[in-house]
Structures are given as structure tokens and as C-alpha cells.
């Protein structure tokens, strides 16, 4: 499994929103999704360190997680792609929108 394939998930995408604050014990993650069982968090969280989007140490009993923003920058550099495509258009929209009436490309008359 790649990155990518990793952030599809919705549930993997909100445990990384939720150690975007710092890091949790897995049983904060667990609370975090009452609808799912401690196995289901614990195949995410596997998923997740897999792929190098999380790191996990023990404390005692526990286990701690972090988030790694390293694998993240493959996501941001293809995104980059799709911010410059953007900037490009919606300059163009501004621009349409700016000039007087009468004189843009697509004028419905």
C-alpha cells in the first residue's frame, strides 16, 4: 500500500487530523471512533505506520503515536500540480469577471 492508497480512507485521514495536534495513546485514538472496534482502529493504525505516516513508541503499557509529515510531501508535490492549474484559471476567471462588459472572450449576447 502506498501513501495515497493510505489517505483514501476517511478514518485513516481523521486519526492524522487528530495527531496533527501532538501525540496520542492508541486508546485516545480508539475513544476517538466510537463506532469502531479497537481492532478495526488497530488495522488503521498498522496501515498508517506502513507507510511511514505515523511512528509509534511504547510508554510503559501503552502506545504512543506521532505523526511523520516526511511522506507527505510525495501528496504536496502532486497537489502542486493541481495548485498551479488552479491559479492559473481562477486568475483567468478574475480577470473575465474584471473587464468591462462588451469586452470579454465569451460575452453572451
Known amino acids: 500500500m502506498d501513501v495515497f492508497t493510505a489517505l483514501a ?3 485513516r ?6 495527531l496533527t495536534g501532538g501525540a ?3 486508546g485516545d485514538l480508539v475513544a476517538a471512533f466510537p463506532a469502531l472496534t479497537q481492532p478495526a482502529i488497530s488495522r488503521h493504525l498498522r496501515v498508517l505506520r ?3 505516516l ?3 513508541r511504547a510508554q510503559a503499557q501503552r502506545r504512543i503515536y506521532t505523526l511523520r509529515t516526511e511522506p507527505l ?3 504536496d508535490a502532486w497537489l502542486g500540480r493541481y495548485r498551479d492549474y488552479w491559479a492559473r484559471h481562477l ?3 478574475e480577470a473575465h469577471l474584471a473587464a468591462p462588459p462588451g469586452q470579454g472572450a465569451h460575452d453572451d449576447r
Open 24 to 26: 496520542r495513546p492508541a
Open 73 to 75: 510531501s510525495e501528496v
Open 54 to 56: 505515523v511512528d509509534v
Open 50 to 52: 506502513e507507510v511511514g
Open 91 to 93: 486568475d483567468a476567471i
Open 13 to 18: 485521514r481523521a486519526m492524522l487530523d487528530l
Open 9 to 11: 480512507d476517511p478514518t
